[in-house]
T-cell receptor
């Protein structure tokens, strides 16, 4: 079964610190790796995504690092803020030739203390 | 440009009743996906539809669950004879390619 393993399950960070969430996948056919942010009672929202042709993508305080050989990717949140407190999900999917159905990690609950 | 819309946002049903969840995709999106989320768990894929076609229903329970995406109108996820284990948040997402946009979800509670 195609799996995406996400860690840690929960993370507590002080305001201004760096939050790091890791994911590992098995299927080398995956070619799209999004991260979603979900606040309580809301639907997931796309935060940032990467394709395997680059090793890093940065958008504001959010950075994805991608290691194709290790089949791992991670989300870094720089200067973490209390407003970043949410659940974060990584995912992986196959685009062209696939069906774009993402396989999700189990999620990481992030708490940023003020 | 309205996002993905789902209704109702909250739905309470008694065991044995039917639940109908509706999803209107973003304008221009022809792909709809349904997911189920249990507390403290990730999103579990249920079904992928395009207009008038079910593309992949590998995550859908074989009994009591069905989905459709008609030529006109919203996509509907239908759960017949609900049981307490069906209580969950159900999300739909729409896409035009590989980027999916999620709706706010329907929280189903089965009494």
């Amino acid at each position: 079964q195609q799996q995406v393993k996400q860690s840690p399950q929960s993370l507590i960070v002080q305001k201004g610190g760096i939050s790091i969430i890791n994911c590992a996948y098995e299927n080398t056919a995956f070619d799209y790796f999004p991260w979603y942010q979900q606040f309580p009672g809301k639907g997931p929202a796309l935060l940032i995504a990467i394709r395997p042709d680059v090793s890093e993508k940065k958008e504001g305080r959010f950075t994805i690092s991608f290691n194709k050989s290790a089949k791992q990717f991670s989300l870094h949140i720089m200067d973490s803020q209390p407003g970043d407190s949410a659940t974060y999900f990584c995912a992986a999917s196959m685009g062209a030739g696939g069906s774009y159905i993402p396989t999700f990690g189990r999620g990481t609950s992030l708490i940023v203390h003020p | 440009n309205a996002g993905v819309m789902q209704n109702p946002r909250h739905l309470v049903r008694r065991r044995g009743q039917e639940a109908r969840l509706r999803c209107s995709p973003m304008k221009g999106h022809s792909h709809v996906y349904w997911y189920r989320q249990l507390p403290e768990e990730g999103l579990k894929f249920m079904v992928y539809l395009q207009k008038e076609n079910i593309i992949d229903e590998s995550g859908m329970p074989k009994e009591r669950f069905s989905a459709e995406f008609p030529k006109e109108g919203p996509s509907i996820l239908r759960i017949q004879q609900v049981v307490r284990g069906d209580s969950a948040a159900y999300f739909c997402a729409s896409s035009a390619s590989d980027e999916q946009f999620f709706g706010p979800g329907t929280r189903l509670t089965v009494l």
